[in-house]
């Protein structure tokens, strides 16, 4: 069916910069809309950052001014930029993307397996 890629993740110093990568594969014919959740242990996920089909982006209020989230539809990637990372961005981000696939006049959402983001501080 439909595959999300995420990768990107790593460990990095605070104060460092991580970009995440979210690729639609398989049956996947375009991606509109994306929004990045994380998720540390103990705690429950929540929305990082959603780009909406129109192009309007909303931020958690700890990482507005440093993650910015994009999307190349025409790659059907979306992106995740994170500068000056914190040890409290630690977590597994996912992506969750709106799909449309062959054979189908709507979108969809799925989601991406995870990658681990730890700052050390």
């Known amino acids: 069916q439909v595959q999300l890629e995420e990768s990107g993740g790593g460990l990095v110093q605070a104060g460092g910069s991580l970009r995440l990568s979210c690729a639609a594969s398989?049956?996947?014919?375009?991606?509109?809309?994306v929004a990045w959740y994380r998720q540390s242990p103990g705690k429950q996920r929540e929305l990082v950052a959603a780009r909406t089909s129109g192009g309007g982006s909303t931020y958690l209020d700890s990482v507005r001014d440093r993650f910015t989230i994009y999307l190349d539809s025409a790659q059907k990637t979306a992106y995740l930029q994170m500068i000056n990372l914190k040890p409290e961005d630690t977590a597994v981000y996912y992506c969750?993307?709106?799909?449309?696939?062959?054979?189908?006049?709507?979108?969809?959402?799925?989601w991406g397996q995870g990658t681990q983001v730890t700052v050390s501080s």
């Open positions: 398989g049956r996947a014919i375009s991606m509109s809309g």
């Open positions: 969750n993307a709106q799909i449309r696939i062959y054979g189908s006049n709507s979108y969809g959402p799925h």
